[in-house]
């Protein structure tokens, strides 16, 4: 079955610091997206990153960048100088691949991680 | 700025009644968006895929019946949560993928709905 793993249920940073939130997956598809999601205390989900399964680099965007090792299942996001605005709920998302002909958009979302940026 | 929203995003009401939620799509055409739920401090779990011109498609669990969904439109879909209960109580969110059905799915704001 698809899953997603994030074992860590909160974390500190110091501003201006990098901080790395794991995230590790179970599929058995060839092909699927992961993404990451931050949920601040107003409860919007607001979409990060993107990694496909056969992307051959790492993705970044500006700050936000995924360290995608697919041997070892893992899709950990690496935010480089923390702000107090980072402070939040990170949620690590899977999309199912194609299977049986058809193409599927479902999400499948890890526990989350609470990240608390500290001055 | 924000390409999804919901309305409303809090709402309170009494045990029996009906509410409806409505998600919007604000610059893009979505012929599919989805309907999730979150409890607190737990994660969002995918309630049912919303499809423009065709029924829902519910996931394992949920009641089609007290969860009503209708795509109204190519930019709107409905989740009316009938007879609502105090355990119905929950963060509802739903997304929509802005440029097809397998593109990054864009989140709105949530509802949070209290059922006393």
């Known amino acids: 079955a698809q899953k997603i793993t994030q074992t860590q249920p909160g974390m500190f940073v110091q501003e201006k610091e990098a901080v790395t939130l794991d995230c590790t997956y179970d599929?058995?598809?060839?092909?699927?997206?992961l993404f990451w999601y931050k949920q601040p205390s107003s409860g919007e989900m607001i979409f990060l990153i993107y990694?496909?399964?056969?992307?051959?680099q790492n993705a970044t965007e500006g700050r936000y960048s995924l360290n995608f090792q697919k041997a070892r299942k893992s899709a950990n996001l690496v935010i480089s100088a923390s702000q107090l605005g980072d402070s939040a709920m990170y949620f690590c998302?899977?999309?199912?691949?194609?299977?049986?002909?058809?193409?599927?958009?479902?999400?499948?979302f890890g526990t989350g991680t609470l990240l608390a940026v500290q001055p | 700025g924000a390409v999804v929203s919901q309305h409303p995003s809090r709402v309170i009401c009494k045990s029996g009644t009906s509410v409806k939620i409505e998600c919007r799509s604000l610059?893009?055409?979505?012929?599919?968006m989805f309907w999730y739920r979150q409890f607190p401090k737990q994660s969002l779990m995918l309630m049912a895929t919303?499809?423009?011109?065709?029924?829902?498609?519910?996931e394992q669990g949920v009641e089609k019946d007290k969860f009503l969904i209708n795509h109204a439109s190519l930019t709107l879909s409905t989740l009316t949560v009938t007879s609502a209960h105090p355990e119905d109580s929950s963060f509802y969110i739903c997304?929509?993928?802005?440029?097809?059905?397998?593109?990054?799915?864009?989140f709105g704001p949530g509802t949070r709905l209290t059922v006393l």
């Open positions: 997304s929509a993928p802005r440029g097809g059905l397998l593109d990054t799915q864009y």
């Open positions: 599929t058995s598809d060839q092909s699927y997206g």
């Open positions: 990694q496909g399964s056969y992307d051959e």
């Open positions: 998302a899977m999309r199912e691949g194609l299977r049986y002909g058809g193409a599927t958009n479902k999400l499948i």
């Open positions: 610059d893009f055409q979505a012929t599919t």
């Open positions: 919303s499809n423009e011109g065709s029924k829902a498609t519910y």
